[in-house]
């Protein structure tokens, strides 16, 4: 008889009691009425709900009211005809176990339970549900917001560094044109903060030296420099010319991936994105929930004046490109002088693409 | 818009692998098609007449530029050159292989799209206004609701093997055009005396086989309770819903045996204990869900054109709505050129409208229950381009509402339940009626045709519905008059003997001239036909046919 | 005078039986079946669930399909009847 667990964490009290025969089991088919089971749910260790046909829902309701409407604590199993595919829905409902009638696809049901983890809706132990998930982080990301309005940049990132996510949170810079302000303000309160720089492969020769230079003015201990994976470049971009043809794809491939890699090891990252780089920023928080991480935005709200104020004020090195008109600098192939007030038209001029993608919850890559 | 966080793409992911899987071990024999079938059908994967087809599901209607574009490439890629749009909202593909759907599958996650659950005994896609977030009669936006129902419903574990399928619409406005007195759940956004927002609830409406009108089953649900009612009417329909005869298995079959009171009672009794657990909805999450739901503002503000060239000028008369914010309007985007296919679109169509919704859509497109596309949002003042553009390539028919735009089912041309083709019927009807003129002239008539008795092309709630059946293999088709969606809904009643194919056209053709001849000032045919009745236009409907 | 038609299990397509039980998307192919061996043939080849879905039987005449449900499958034979977009038949 092939017994599945589909929860690892089962109670051994219960399989003791099971083997000892202490304890009532019984077998009842799936469109039994759950009230005629008051009794059973308080003496049973064991009841199997036995599936005529996989189609049949009217099990999952039974066992739903088993655990919620009566308590029933012991062990639930599932009998009969069920397939793999309901491995989630079965173990969400409330049971522990499965019975089923085909005793050959044990491979199946292991993948299968690998599945659907979470799910919008709460289980029977009311656990991983994406709702109260989502209120309870959205609650926390509300708080630090509502705190962050009242504090300044400095400030912020000082917050953030020290007492809400003290070594588990980095800077991602591109060392690009404003990159020195919140690189600065970093440097004021830990020099020794990862500073993740990605290496596309395609930077401005301007935009290396600077990196370097800027980093020792700035006394910055500690830049890590990501590259993309070789093995997926000689896959995907042999001839070097895939920005040409599909500038998502290079992204993906030299920023979007890299990254993910890169900030695995951290709960929390700072961008320098700001609110009047327009589009998609319009709107932007100063922290958001991105990819399953934290993003803080201590600049968001700063205008162009202020970035050019705090360069003077501090006296920062500028990246060479600059005085060449370049307003946003990223990499050679897709980089032009912005050509008007909005200072990110010069990226990815004359496509529709506005952004590289690392920003935002990324899209599955076609396989 | 609605946009995916980590937690919906993960789940999108995780079903594509899931079906990936499902197709390899059907195509290996570890499934048999029985088990298959289930399956497939809740990733929206029938087995039709000549192929295979897929059914995307295209939430509450709503659309962005670059979903659309894509929804373009894979009618370009994967399929023949089109699709079609369909009266739930959705879009389906006609000859995608099985083989390719997983590829299909994954290009759609890229752009937060997916064909979950748009088939199967299971919830399907919740519909809404088209026109939501836009209509000048609107109460409130009905796409939250919509939302935390499609993810409320999504995957859920008790109720994905119902004992049939479950439609749920959502209307926020005061004319009802998402026709939820004809779901199995309806829900209208009302406002109470004390001025606090709420829904009233209806329950147990349908077509098909045994249409019905929806009962009223609460006059005001809080929104916090929205998903624990739901689920306290799902629990009692998964527990007491037939499963023995496939024709007697909706929620409206069992409303009608316990009767809505004892319904009620069963339903009440399931929600005193869920009401206030973890289904009741936390006001941040309402909040944060309505967030990415908005009206635009127009960057400049100008009235609705009043001249032009007289083509330009028809096709506002007909095709576009007064809107919410001045400035604004919003356009019908006909898919039934005369003589064309209902509800189908080419792919360079798709890609067109792609490019208006994104150049003047405010990024916002639609899909409507009649098959038709609407940009809601729209400045006035680009209103001509946009009509050159749709004129361009077909797709400025000034007929919205009109007799000429009819919805039908695809039938008997593609479909394995039909029993008639109707989409031929639909392309002569429309051919006829627009070379005597009477489309514009008769006003605001809805046709449409179903190819069998599961119609699927509404039939029953059009002014004149036609549905197809076999007599000993030729076609005949039956004439319904009277049905209506909306607050005053109605099923269509059948007329008399059914007519054969070549006939329909013609017989519509004086229903309209009798419809001319009978109406005083200002009445549109469906109040005429209330007010006389449907033996005022018997007679006109079987002339001719004597000898 | 019978056949017996499916669909391909891996792109939908209508096929016929052949008479050395392989299937064809030509009907021309089909192998013609009477009565008796009509229903040996058609469980023999519901056994073939992993290269076609859903086999029954048709009737025939000479000049193609025949009987009540002529003309379903005629259209499953060429296509669809009706169409904007140009249909290329299952030929």
Same mark, same amino acid.
């Given at each position: 008889?092939?017994?599945?667990?589909?929860?690892?964490?089962?109670?051994?009290?219960?399989?003791?009691?099971?083997?000892?025969?202490?304890?009532?089991?019984?077998?009842?088919?799936?469109?039994?009425?759950?009230?005629?089971?008051?009794?059973?749910?308080?003496?049973?260790?064991?009841?199997?709900?036995?599936?005529?046909?996989?189609?049949?829902?009217?099990?999952?309701?039974?066992?739903?009211?088993?655990?919620?409407?009566?308590?029933?604590?012991?062990?639930?199993?599932?009998?009969?005809?069920?397939?793999?595919?309901?491995?989630?829905?079965?173990?969400?409902?409330?049971?522990?176990?499965?019975?089923?009638?085909?005793?050959?696809?044990?491979?199946?049901?292991?993948?299968?339970?690998?599945?659907?983890?979470?799910?919008?809706?709460?289980d029977h132990?009311?656990?991983?549900?994406?709702?109260?998930?989502?209120?309870?982080?959205?609650?926390?990301?509300?708080?630090?917001n509502?705190?962050?309005?009242?504090?300044?940049?400095?400030?912020?990132?000082?917050?953030?560094?020290?007492?809400?996510w003290?070594?588990?949170?980095?800077?991602?810079?591109?060392?690009?044109?404003?990159?020195?302000?919140?690189?600065?303000?970093?440097?004021?309160?830990?020099?020794?903060?990862?500073?993740l720089?990605?290496?596309?492969?395609?930077?401005?020769?301007?935009?290396?030296?600077?990196?370097?230079?800027?980093?020792?003015?700035?006394?910055?201990?500690?830049?890590?420099?990501?590259?993309?994976?070789?093995?997926?470049?000689?896959?995907?971009?042999?001839?070097?010319?895939?920005?040409?043809?599909?500038?998502?794809?290079?992204?993906?491939?030299?920023?979007?991936?890299?990254?993910?890699?890169?900030?695995?090891?951290?709960?929390?990252?700072?961008?320098?994105?700001?609110?009047?780089?327009?589009?998609?920023?319009?709107?932007?928080?100063?922290?958001?929930?991105?990819?399953?991480?934290?993003?803080?935005?201590?600049?968001?709200?700063?205008?162009?004046?202020?970035?050019?104020?705090?360069?003077?004020?501090?006296?920062?090195?500028?990246?060479?490109?600059?005085e060449?008109?370049?307003?946003?600098?990223?990499?050679?192939?897709?980089?032009?002088?912005?050509?008007?007030d909005?200072?990110?038209?010069?990226?990815?001029?004359?496509?529709?693409?506005?952004?590289?993608?690392?920003?935002?919850?990324y899209?599955?890559?076609?396989? | 818009?609605?946009?995916?966080?980590?937690?919906?793409?993960?789940?999108?992911?995780?079903?594509?692998?899931?079906?990936?899987d499902?197709?390899?071990?059907?195509?290996d024999?570890?499934?048999?098609?029985?088990?298959f079938?289930?399956?497939?059908?809740?990733?929206?994967?029938? @087995?039709?007449?000549?192929?295979?087809?897929?059914?995307?599901?295209?939430?509450?209607?709503?659309?962005?530029?670059?979903?659309?574009?894509? @929804?373009?490439?894979?009618?370009?890629?994967?399929?023949?050159?089109?699709?079609?749009?369909?009266?739930?909202?959705?879009?389906?593909?006609n000859?995608?292989?099985?083989?390719?759907?997983?590829?299909?599958?994954?290009?759609?996650a890229?752009?937060?799209?997916?064909?979950?659950?748009?088939?199967?005994?299971?919830?399907?896609?919740?519909?809404?206004d088209?026109?939501?977030?836009?209509?000048?009669?609107?109460?409130?936006?009905?796409?939250?609701?919509?939302?935390?129902?499609?993810?409320?419903?999504?995957?859920?574990?008790?109720?994905?093997?119902?004992?049939?399928?479950?439609?749920?619409?959502?209307?926020?406005?005061?004319?009802?055009?998402?026709?939820?007195?004809?779901?199995?759940?309806g829900?209208?956004?009302?406002?109470?005396?004390?001025?606090?927002?709420?829904?009233?609830?209806?329950?147990?409406?349908?077509?098909?086989?045994?249409?019905?009108?929806?009962?009223?089953?609460?006059?005001?649900?809080?929104?916090?309770?929205?998903l624990?009612?739901?689920?306290?009417?799902?629990?009692?329909?998964?527990?007491?819903?037939?499963?023995?005869?496939?024709?007697?298995?909706?929620?409206?079959?069992?409303?009608?045996?316990?009767?809505?009171?004892?319904?009620?009672?069963?339903?009440?009794?399931?929600?005193g204990?869920?009401?206030?657990?973890?289904?009741r909805?936390?006001?941040?999450?309402?909040?944060?869900?309505?967030?990415?739901?908005?009206?635009?503002?127009?960057?400049?503000?100008?009235?609705?054109?009043q001249?032009?060239?007289?083509?330009?000028?028809?096709?506002?008369?007909?095709?576009?709505?007064?809107?919410?914010?001045?400035?604004?309007?919003?356009?019908?985007?006909?898919?039934k050129?005369?003589?064309?296919?209902?509800?189908?679109?080419?792919?360079?169509q798709?890609?067109?409208?792609?490019?208006?919704?994104?150049?003047?859509?405010?990024?916002?497109?639609?899909?409507?229950?009649?098959?038709?596309l609407?940009?809601?949002?729209v400045?006035?003042?680009?209103?001509?381009?946009?009509?050159?553009?749709?004129?361009?390539?077909? @797709?400025?028919?000034?007929?919205?509402?009109?007799?000429?735009?009819?919805?039908?089912?695809?039938?008997?041309?593609?479909?394995?339940?039909?029993?008639?083709?109707?989409?031929?019927?639909?392309?002569?009807?429309?051919?006829?009626?627009?070379?005597?003129?009477?489309?514009e002239?008769?006003?605001?008539?809805?046709?449409?045709?179903?190819?069998?008795?599961?119609?699927?092309?509404?039939?029953?709630?059009?002014?004149?519905?036609?549905?197809?059946?076999?007599?000993?293999?030729?076609?005949?088709?039956?004439?319904?008059?009277?049905?209506?969606?909306?607050?005053?809904?109605?099923?269509?009643?059948?007329?008399?003997?059914?007519?054969?194919?070549?006939?329909?056209?013609?017989?519509?053709a004086?229903?309209?001239?009798?419809?001319?001849?009978?109406?005083?000032?200002?009445?549109?045919?469906?109040?005429?036909?209330?007010?006389?009745?449907?033996?005022?236009?018997?007679?006109?409907i079987?002339?001719? @046919?004597?000898? | 005078m019978?056949?017996?038609?499916?669909?391909?299990?891996?792109?939908?397509?209508?096929?016929?039986?052949?008479?050395?039980g392989?299937?064809?998307?030509?009907?021309?192919?089909?192998?013609?079946?009477?009565?008796?061996?009509?229903?040996?043939?058609?469980?023999?080849?519901?056994?073939?669930?992993?290269?076609?879905?859903?086999?029954?039987?048709?009737?025939?005449?000479?000049?193609?399909?025949?009987?009540?449900?002529w003309?379903?499958?005629?259209?499953?034979?060429?296509?669809?009847?009706?169409?904007?977009?140009?249909?290329?038949?299952?030929?």
């Open positions: 008889m092939l017994t599945s667990q589909l929860d690892p964490a089962h109670r051994t009290d219960l399989d003791a009691q099971i083997a000892s025969g202490g304890g009532e089991t019984l077998t009842v088919p799936g469109d039994t009425d759950w009230r005629e089971l008051k009794d059973a749910a308080r003496s049973a260790v064991r009841i199997d709900i036995h599936f005529d046909s996989f189609k049949d829902g009217r099990g999952f309701t039974l066992a739903s009211q088993l655990r919620g409407r009566l308590g029933y604590a012991g062990r639930l199993r599932a009998t009969g005809h069920v397939i793999p595919d309901q491995a989630a829905h079965l173990k969400r409902v409330g049971f522990d176990e499965v019975d089923p009638d085909r005793k050959d696809l044990a491979t199946d049901w292991a993948k299968a339970h690998q599945r659907f983890i979470d799910g919008y809706q709460a132990a009311g656990t991983s549900a994406i709702l109260g998930r989502r209120s309870r982080e959205n609650a926390d990301i509300a708080a630090l509502a705190r962050y309005r009242a504090m300044d940049a400095q400030d912020i990132i000082a917050d953030a560094l020290t007492r809400i003290p070594g588990r949170i980095a800077m991602m810079s591109s060392f690009g044109a404003e990159a020195a302000v919140g690189l600065h303000m970093i440097a004021q309160v830990a020099p020794d903060t990862p500073v720089f990605l290496d596309t492969g395609r930077l401005f020769a301007q935009t290396e030296q600077y990196q370097r230079e800027l980093a020792d003015t700035l006394g910055l201990t500690r830049i890590e420099i990501i590259h993309p994976s070789a093995r997926e470049v000689a896959d995907e971009d042999a001839d070097g010319k895939l920005w040409s043809r599909n500038a998502d794809a290079c992204c993906d491939l030299r920023k979007v991936r890299p990254l993910d890699r890169a900030v695995a090891g951290y709960d929390a990252l700072f961008t320098g994105r700001k609110r009047f780089h327009g589009g998609d920023r319009l709107q932007l928080p100063v922290v958001e929930r991105v990819n399953g991480s934290i993003r803080v935005n201590p600049l968001a709200s700063w205008s162009a004046e202020a970035i050019q104020t705090y360069f003077q004020r501090y006296d920062l090195p500028r990246h060479p490109l600059t060449m008109g370049y307003a946003s600098i990223g990499c050679w192939t897709c980089t032009a002088p912005a050509q008007d909005d200072i990110r038209s010069g990226r990815w001029a004359g496509q529709s693409k506005t952004e590289c993608g690392i920003h935002r919850p899209p599955v890559a076609a396989e | 818009m609605y946009r995916y966080d980590e937690y919906d793409h993960a789940l999108v992911r995780e079903r594509i692998e899931e079906f990936r499902q197709v390899a071990r059907r195509m024999g570890r499934l048999t098609e029985d088990e079938k289930p399956l497939r059908l809740m990733n929206g994967v029938y @087995l039709q007449l000549h192929a295979y087809m897929l059914r995307v599901a295209i939430p509450y209607g709503a659309l962005r530029a670059e979903q659309m574009r894509v @929804l373009a490439r894979i009618a370009q890629r994967y399929d023949r050159g089109y699709g079609h749009f369909t009266t739930r909202q959705n879009i389906q593909y000859w995608p292989a099985l083989v390719d759907i997983p590829e299909i599958l994954v290009h759609l890229e752009v937060e799209m997916h064909a979950i659950q748009t088939s199967g005994n299971c919830i399907r896609n919740v519909t809404a088209p026109f939501a977030g836009a209509a000048a009669d609107e109460l409130e936006d009905s796409r939250p609701w919509a939302e935390i129902i499609r993810q409320w419903s999504t995957f859920h574990p008790e109720f994905t093997f119902l004992p049939r399928k479950f439609k749920i619409a959502v209307n926020g406005a005061a004319e009802d055009r998402a026709a939820i007195r004809f779901h199995d759940i829900l209208q956004i009302v406002e109470n005396a004390d001025g606090e927002r709420g829904f009233e609830v209806w329950v147990g409406g349908g077509q098909g086989r045994t249409p019905r009108l929806a009962r009223k089953i609460r006059d005001f649900l809080e929104p916090q309770d929205l624990s009612y739901l689920t306290a009417i799902l629990r009692v329909y998964n527990q007491h819903g037939r499963r023995d005869n496939l024709y007697k298995a909706r929620i409206k079959i069992l409303v009608d045996s316990l009767g809505i009171d004892a319904f009620r009672e069963e339903v009440d009794e399931e929600w204990y869920v009401r206030d657990g973890d289904l909805l936390p006001q941040a999450e309402i909040a944060r869900i309505r967030a990415f739901f908005t009206t635009p503002r127009p960057r400049s503000v100008s009235p609705a054109p001249t032009g060239p007289a083509a330009f000028r028809s096709w506002l008369d007909t095709n576009r709505r007064d809107h919410q914010v001045e400035g604004l309007s919003s356009v019908v985007i006909s898919l050129p005369v003589g064309g296919t209902p509800g189908d679109a080419t792919s360079e798709m890609s067109i409208v792609a490019e208006l919704t994104e150049r003047y859509g405010f990024d916002e497109v639609r899909v409507t229950p009649e098959q038709n609407v940009l809601p949002h400045e006035n003042g680009d209103l001509f381009a946009i009509w050159e553009t749709l004129r361009e390539h077909g @797709l400025a028919t000034a007929n919205a509402g009109l007799a000429t735009d009819i919805v039908t089912c695809p039938g008997l041309d593609y479909c394995n339940l039909a029993n008639a083709r109707s989409i031929p019927v639909a392309q002569a009807i429309s051919a006829t009626l627009s070379a005597e003129g009477l489309a002239i008769a006003g605001q008539v809805s046709i449409k045709i179903s190819g069998c008795i599961n119609a699927c092309g509404h039939h029953h709630i059009a002014h004149i519905g036609v549905l197809g059946v076999d007599k000993r293999g030729e076609e005949f088709y039956q004439i319904t008059l009277g049905g209506a969606m909306g607050t005053d809904a109605a099923i269509g009643e059948i007329v008399g003997k059914g007519l054969a194919g070549e006939d329909v056209p013609a017989a519509i004086r229903i309209l001239r009798r419809f001319l001849e009978l109406r005083q000032t200002g009445e549109a045919f469906i109040d005429t036909l209330r007010r006389l009745g449907s033996d005022a236009f018997k007679e006109a079987y002339a001719d @046919l004597a000898a | 019978k056949a017996i038609t499916a669909n391909r299990l891996t792109d939908g397509r209508v096929i016929y039986r052949t008479p050395d392989d299937w064809s998307p030509h009907l021309a192919e089909a192998a013609r079946l009477d009565g008796d061996n009509a229903s040996t043939a058609l469980a023999l080849a519901e056994g073939e669930f992993a290269v076609a879905v859903g086999p029954y039987l048709i009737d025939l005449d000479e000049d193609g399909p025949a009987g009540q449900k003309r379903r499958e005629s259209i499953r034979l060429v296509g669809p009847s009706a169409g904007t977009t140009h249909v290329l038949g299952a030929l």
